[in-house]
């Protein structure tokens, strides 16, 4: 039986005939699986010119009669009330996730779905909770994991990859060339940059179809194979640091993104006899967008400990702009935040967390605590393995298996300092999750993609997601 739409003050019938109505109105009336609905041409041209909601705008035009689609009224109700809003409905958590997916496919559309479940300022740090645990093939625990801006990812384990669509409903396995994956950054949904330290190159990898587009190296002085130790982007350039197969040489070379032809070579550094602290390779690239500069950190272990160094680049002079030399307490992992404006660290040795300001980046020690300063005791190292990335204001620091969340608190008079900087910048701790979220195995990655933060743990072939409950589906 078909259901017609009550008469309202938009979809009103004119007196004198549909056909009049036509010529002159902007409603358009369209049966989907018998069933009427109304809306305005211009909610469906939103849908773009390639979209099947675009073709039945100009239809509905040019027709006496309301153009037919036979498909499910029920889901067309809802991607129409999407392209209304730009949001789901609440009724939509009735229905079936890859059922939606397949009608926004239809309708071309899946970008505005997409858009709504998965878009990355829907993000809460201070309301994520374990919501699904993506699981791999094999018996390999993931090595690496790279996530696009909607929320894809790319995982490695082993010499696979596997990559779930942002939906995370759609898996596919690619086998590479590595042994095992050590650096992998998205460059797009379907491309990646993946590179291993006992295996020569950085190759760029179609994983959709799982060949290799193109290997990118580094011509050393010795003439030897270059691993890859860390790989960082910018909107424009791709950055990968790599180490000669004798580990006596490195260097950082910049690549155009989209042609992936040479730009820039900087950070080439030789090792001469033992002193192998003068050319400790970048383990970790991060982009400061906010300042236009690389910063490529990178530690070494040795007979009087851990030693390291933070340099900030000038990509495009080649210069160093700032240098922290690391040799008390030396970072186990680092990351650096543009909204906070400040770079944060993990000690190695005392586990501690601590942060400096980049506007006051030049003291001799800018380092200041979050919290009580720890010891070191017994000289165990209390942040050995410890993981510590920012998204957003906010930084996440792994310890064992839980995360700590720090965020800054904004304090209503802060003093200023004689160079003008302020003074006194309080961050607090929370633990983040649930108490049944809390504990497990020790994290080994830590990345953030869409509305979702995606975490790995030592011998666990899985990938845990954590999302705020309220976007759920």
């Not at 000669?244 to 070379?253: D, E, F, L, T, V």
């Not at 550094?269 to 300042?291: C, H, M, Q, R």
């Not at 030049?362 to 919290?371: H, K, Q, S």
């Amino acid at each position: 039986m078909l259901k017609f739409m009550p008469p309202s003050a938009e979809s009103a019938l004119p007196r004198n005939g549909f056909k009049k109505m036509k010529s002159e109105s902007n409603i358009a009336t369209i049966d989907v699986g018998g069933q009427l609905f109304q809306t305005t041409k211009q909610t469906l041209n939103l849908a773009g010119p390639d979209s099947l909601f675009s073709r039945i705008s100009e239809s509905a035009s040019a027709r006496l009669a309301p153009p037919f689609i036979d498909r499910d009224p029920e889901l067309f109700s809802i991607l129409l009330s999407l392209l209304r809003t730009g949001n789901l409905p609440s009724k939509a958590k009735a229905l079936d996730l890859q059922d939606l997916i397949f009608e926004s496919q239809f309708y071309g559309i899946e970008t505005f779905l997409m858009n709504s479940l998965s878009n990355p300022s829907h993000f809460d740090a201070f309301n994520l909770e374990k919501s699904l645990i993506l699981p791999l093939n094999g018996r390999d625990s993931p090595s690496a994991i790279a996530t696009t801006p909607f929320g894809s990812v790319h995982v490695a384990h082993g010499s696979k990859i596997t990559s779930f669509d942002w939906s995370l409903r759609k898996k596919s396995t690619i086998l590479t060339q590595f042994t095992a994956v050590d650096s992998m950054l998205a460059i797009s949904p379907r491309l990646a940059a993946v590179g291993a330290t006992d295996f020569s190159g950085l190759q760029i990898i179609d994983l959709e179809n799982g060949f290799v587009k193109e290997t990118l190296n580094w011509e050393n002085v010795t003439k030897t194979g270059s691993t890859v130790q860390g790989i960082g982007s910018s909107p424009e350039f791709l950055f990968a640091s790599f180490e000669s197969a004798r580990r006596n040489s490195n260097s950082i070379m910049v690549y155009d993104l989209n042609s992936l032809s040479p730009v820039n070579e900087i950070g080439h550094y030789e090792i001469y006899g033992a002193e192998i602290n003068s050319a400790i390779p970048a383990t970790k690239l991060n982009w400061v967008s906010g300042y236009g500069l690389l910063m490529a950190s990178g530690s070494h272990s040795g007979p009087s400990g851990v030693l390291g160094n933070i340099k900030f680049w000038d990509t495009r002079s080649g210069n160093v702009v700032w240098e922290i030399k690391e040799n008390v307490d030396c970072f186990s992992d680092v990351t650096v935040s543009d909204n906070l404006s400040a770079i944060f660290k993990v000690g190695v040795n005392t586990g501690g967390m601590f942060f400096a300001d980049l506007r006051n980046i030049g003291a001799e020690n800018p380092w200041v605590p979050l919290g009580e300063r720890k010891k070191v005791v017994n000289g165990k190292k209390e942040g050995s393995g410890c993981k510590i990335e920012s998204h957003g204001s906010q930084v996440f620091c792994s310890k064992g298996g839980n995360i700590e969340l720090w965020s800054e608190v904004v304090v209503g008079s802060k003093k200023s300092s004689k160079n003008g900087m302020e003074d006194d910048r309080l961050f607090r701790k929370n633990l983040m999750g649930r108490m049944k979220d809390m504990g497990g195995s020790r994290i080994t990655n830590i990345a953030f993609g869409g509305n979702k933060m995606f975490m790995t743990r030592k011998d666990q072939q899985t990938v845990e997601v954590w999302q705020n409950s309220a976007r759920g589906f």
